[in-house]
């Protein structure tokens, strides 16, 4: 078992302890919505980056949408999905532990490949169509809600299943 570095803005971020959220150390932020908003956070267990979604608001109506969004992409997976690690409360504060995608939002990425850009709305259709399967409608799929890591290839993640909604179809 290899000893992961902790990197240097972590150990920042541990100085505070408001930056504490279970095994899971808020370090910076990464954007905002309509309900919560979202930092890298960095997993004290497992050496790795996350993304911490928080909710705005503590009306009953959004924690119950927010506690949903969790549930609803936890149950799909697929690796054009991002994954839902865990789902937690600190201090009244509920939060989601998701992967991190380090990258940028197709709504932003580069439009000079034709190739390119049909292959990741292929491989982000897919990522629809899976979640189709388990009964569940995205709702808000936008290119602000996929993201683009640029690893070998870009590789896209659809993300930002709160107002996915849940369906029982009869065949």
């Known amino acids: 078992f290899e000893e992961v570095a902790v990197p240097p803005e972590v150990m920042e971020a541990l100085s505070k302890k408001e930056n504490r959220f279970g095994k899971f150390v808020r370090v910076s932020p990464l954007g905002a919505g309509g309900m919560g908003e979202v930092w890298k956070a960095w997993d004290t267990n497992l050496g790795r980056w996350a993304a911490l979604k928080f909710l705005k608001s503590d009306q009953p109506e959004n924690l119950l949408r927010f506690h949903r969004e969790a549930q609803t992409a936890g149950h799909i997976d697929h690796p054009h999905i991002a ?34 850009i049909v292959r990741l709305m292929r491989n982000a259709a897919m990522a629809i169509h899976a979640a189709h399967e388990k009964g569940i409608i995205h709702r808000d799929l936008k290119p602000a809600n996929i993201m683009v890591a640029q690893k070998e290839t870009a590789h896209v993640y659809v993300m930002d299943f709160g107002l996915a909604k849940e369906i029982s179809v009869d065949t």
């Open 83 to 116: 994954a839902v690690y865990e789902v937690g409360e600190k201090s009244g504060a509920p939060y989601i532990a998701m992967q991190f995608v380090d990258g940028q939002t197709l709504s932003t990425f580069p439009r000079n490949d034709i190739r390119e």
